[in-house]
């Protein structure tokens, strides 16, 4: 528990004083317990969560006004530029980044799980061939609880932590096979030799005519730093959705299947795809201008842009965006959308619609240039974030069950009818 500061509160309600203790993290503001307020007849009203610290974390760390974002203390940028997607996996699990032992340990274990019982892959001929790749993980993710469900025992540690790593070993496969599916292509199986990013650009984009397919490591070290740019950001909309359905003792299968289903709104991890729809709306620079108007009436959002907590530059966005000029270039692509979103960029930054709400670009916005550079369909974009973000969701749903925690079960200001009879019967 965070060290109590004597600080309190005083609350004055009806009449009396309610002295509410006052707990400091080691950063970030100091938190004001409230659960007292209900001694006194009274619940807190939070609607979307504004100024809810809804649990203890020791994972990550965002300061929104100064663009701030820190895993187990380390910089976004640093990891994406000095680490790798699953180093980066080790730290948000275990606390520290991997010496050269662990590395290896921890990339074999990953390595030897990425199978998946074979009677998984029949549930794919289930949905229709145009299925939403997103729908088809939600389904296929969630019935991963059924083959580890009786032999599973959440309240072991051990089985906790091979939970952790068969999600993160067995999600790029599933997503894999979820693009696989809806363009009518053979399943490819994962292979032991290849790293975490290669080995799910092969079974995306390999075929089994194709015995000699080689990944480009270009594309495969931009995937590598976009799924470490994705892979955690404290109590979002899906990890706080794992961490509520975690809280009811569910099978962890199916809290990240609740995971992604929250992810995929256009407000949260949706909003990549909804970027790449609304440049090609857009079409040219040329009609950047009307369509700012129409963001000011509120007729459309300017997807990638905006954030609950980001009042500043999103500091993934400044990665995505070194990234995206790399990535380009070095594949010689002159991709007029980039050419576009950087337009879009200069006139939101410098409107005083955009400055007065604090809008800056988001993680989502560069992605999706990134992504269609690497060959990845829209469709698929969000699939890339729930791969990446699963190791951030299965880290706080082990941080929860790793010591005391009650079931999450909010309250309401109930504005219905009274109690009333059922008239003339
Ligand atoms: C992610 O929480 C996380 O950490 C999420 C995430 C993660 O890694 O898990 O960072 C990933 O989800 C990033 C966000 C991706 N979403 C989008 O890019 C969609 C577009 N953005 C908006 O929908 C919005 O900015 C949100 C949902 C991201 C944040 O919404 P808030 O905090 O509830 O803010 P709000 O809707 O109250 O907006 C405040 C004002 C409003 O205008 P007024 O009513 O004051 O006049 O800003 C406006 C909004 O209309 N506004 C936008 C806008 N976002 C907010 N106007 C135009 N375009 C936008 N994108």
Not at 143 to 163: G, K, P, Q
Not at 171 to 195: C, E, H, I
Request: with cysteine; hydrophobic share 40%; net charge negative.
């Amino acid at each position: 528990m965070s060290d109590a500061t004597g600080k309190k509160a005083v609350l004055q309600l009806d009449g009396k004083e309610i002295e509410l203790p006052i707990y400091s993290g080691t950063l970030g503001p100091d938190v004001i317990d409230v659960k007292d307020v209900l001694a006194a007849g009274h619940f807190t009203f939070d609607p979307g969560f504004m100024a809810t610290a809804a649990c203890e974390s020791k994972i990550t760390f965002i300061d929104g006004n100064k663009g701030i974002l820190l895993h187990r203390g380390y910089p976004i940028d640093q990891l994406a530029t000095k680490a790798d997607y699953l180093e980066t996996c080790y730290l948000l699990l275990n606390g520290e980044l991997p010496t050269a032992e662990q590395k290896v340990e921890f990339d074999a274990k990953v390595r030897n799980h990425t199978m998946v019982h074979d009677q998984v892959s029949r549930f794919y001929n289930g949905f229709r061939r145009d299925a939403h790749p997103m729908a088809i993980m939600v389904g296929v993710v969630g019935a991963l609880s059924a083959f580890y469900h009786n032999s599973l025992d959440i309240e072991n540690v051990d089985h906790r932590e091979i939970t952790a790593v068969r999600l993160i070993a067995k999600v790029p496969t599933l997503a894999a096979w979820s693009y696989k599916y809806t363009v009518g292509q053979p399943f490819m199986y994962p292979r032991n030799d290849l790293s975490y990013a290669e080995n799910f650009l092969y079974m995306m984009f390999a075929t089994p005519a194709d015995r000699d397919y080689k990944v480009n490591p270009i594309l495969a070290k931009a995937m590598d730093r976009i799924f470490t740019l994705h892979a955690d950001h404290e109590q979002n909309a899906s990890t706080s959705t794992v961490r509520l359905a975690g809280s009811t003792g569910a099978n962890p299968y199916a809290c990240i299947a609740a995971g992604i289903s929250a992810l995929w709104g256009p407000a949260h991890g949706g909003a990549n795809e909804a970027v790449l729809k609304m440049l090609d709306e857009i079409g040219t620079v040329e009609n950047v201008a009307e369509f700012m108007e129409k963001v000011k009436t509120k007729e459309v959002k300017l997807m990638g842009f905006g954030h609950r907590v980001y009042k500043n530059f999103d500091p993934r966005a400044k990665v995505m965006k070194e990234t995206c000029d790399e990535v380009l270039s070095a594949l010689g692509i002159n991709d007029p959308q980039l050419a576009l979103a950087m337009e879009l960029e200069r006139i939101a930054l410098s409107d005083e619609y955009f400055i007065k709400r604090n809008l800056y670009p988001n993680v989502d916005f560069y992605s999706g240039i990134i992504l269609k550079a690497i060959g990845i369909p829209t469709e698929m974009f969000t699939v890339i974030f729930a791969l990446a973000r699963t190791v951030g969701w299965i880290s706080h749903w082990l941080e929860m069950h790793s010591g005391p925690y009650k079931i999450g079960r909010p309250r309401q200001l109930y504005t219905g009818e009274v109690q009333r009879d059922i008239a003339g019967r």
